[in-house]
């Protein structure tokens, strides 16, 4: 169930509209994660690129894809791209990397 | 009073831009002459306007308590946002608003009970940046665009989305000025779940239903049959902004759709198709 007050959905609606946090963003994961006061549950599950988790904890389903992109790169995301099979492999296959 | 020429439904898939080429041949093809042709039907209709609804996407609008819609009332506007530009691959492009069309179409939303707020700073992504692509290569027809909840519960209801169409529609007509040429399209759907377990797959059989309830021109059908329900059940988080295009019949003056392609394509995780409605 989507929760707009947790952390990682405030950071996820903020980080896509702000360059200077999206660019370079898995070298800067831990020092806006602890800025937008993740969880360590939220924090853990963002490490893995755990989205399945992430759904858990109520961020927006819309969101979880444009995780995957954040951390693994947008560039030509078709479905053998590494965001779309990071995707596939926490949502889909449920094996969290 | 100003003149609908022409009124449009179609997908804005990001893949169609961001990662075509990953398709089989026989989608490409398909799916480029059916973008090829919804431009082609737009710019025959020589607008001097364009007005447009899609989903915000979770970008723009309030995560808590949005409204239904959000009118664009910039004198200019520029797209793709920075975050999009890799995963659409669509270089950036500049076009002119019309605040003057916007807050005059905010006025009769307002005055018809819509739940609407606006909005002189809109993010773009896939839901203009794709579609624009195909129907005004040049960018050079002013834009009014309708940013609206589509993903965050609770949605505007069809015959909400339908009531605010027949109050563009009336904006349109009795708002806008003498001769103006306007366009209206939507975009969004078919079928397609970011954020689920099927984001891999496309219901085939949904979309084509769907598109032949649109060609009844039956609005109490449609209206009736196409529920928030039966949307999320082809697709969670996704399938709704079909939403949007209840709005665009709501806007059109012949309610009854035609069909100009549909392509199921898995690769570009979403039923692919498009309408026009005729305007007499």
């Keep these: 169930m989507f929760k707009p007050d947790l ?80 995707y596939r492999r926490s949502m889909v296959e449920g094996d969290s990397q | 009073m100003a003149e609908i020429v022409a009124t449009m439904a179609m997908a804005h898939a990001p893949g169609v831009t961001g990662w075509l080429t990953s398709a089989p041949q026989e989608e490409q093809d398909a799916i480029l002459a059916g973008y090829r042709r919804m431009g082609e039907h737009l710019r025959a209709s020589a607008p001097d306007l364009l007005i447009g609804v899609a989903n915000d996407h979770l970008l723009n609008l309030p995560l808590h308590d949005p409204p239904d819609f959000c009118i664009g009332t910039a004198q200019h506007w ?3 946002a920075e975050f999009f530009l890799d995963w659409l691959q669509v270089e950036p492009y500049e076009l002119a608003g019309n605040p003057t069309a ?32 195909f129907l005004t290569p040049d960018y050079d ?36 000025p003498e001769s103006m040429r306007v366009a209206f399209f939507a975009t969004g759907g078919l079928s397609h779940e970011p954020g689920g377990k099927r984001y891999f797959q496309v219901e085939e059989k949904f979309d084509r239903w769907f598109l032949d309830l649109l060609a009844t021109g039956d609005v109490e059908r449609i209206l009736a049959e196409s529920t928030i329900e039966k949307m999320e059940s082809a697709g969670g988080g996704g399938t709704t902004e079909l939403l949007a295009w209840l709005v665009a019949l709501g806007v059109a003056t012949n309610k009854v759709a035609n069909p100009v392609f549909y392509v199921p394509s898995v690769e570009m995780r979403c039923g692919i198709g498009g309408v026009v409605w005729k305007t007499a």
């Design chain 2, 78 to 80: 520029r797209g793709p």
């Design chain 2, 141 to 176: 027809v002013p834009f009014v665009p309708i940013h609206m909840n589509c993903i965050n519960p609770p949605l505007p209801e069809p015959a909400s989305c339908y009531a605010a169409g027949l109050a563009i529609r009336k904006a349109i007509l009795n708002d806008l």
């Design chain 1, 7 to 86: 952390p990682s959905n405030r950071m996820v609606f903020e980080v896509r509209r702000d360059p200077a946090l999206f660019t370079g963003f898995p070298g800067k994961l831990e020092r806006v994660m602890t800025s937008y006061g993740l969880s360590e549950e939220e924090k853990e599950a963002w490490r893995k690129v755990d989205v399945r988790k992430l759904r858990e904890l109520g961020v927006h389903p819309y969101f979880l894809p444009q995780i995957t992109r954040l951390m693994h790169g947008s560039r030509k995301n078709d479905s053998s791209s590494t965001a779309a099979q990071a």
């Design chain 2, 102 to 133: 916007a807050r005059a179409l905010a006025g009769t939303l307002t005055a018809e009970g819509v739940r609407l707020a606006t909005s002189d700073e809109l993010l773009f992504d896939d839901n203009w940046s794709v579609p624009l692509r």
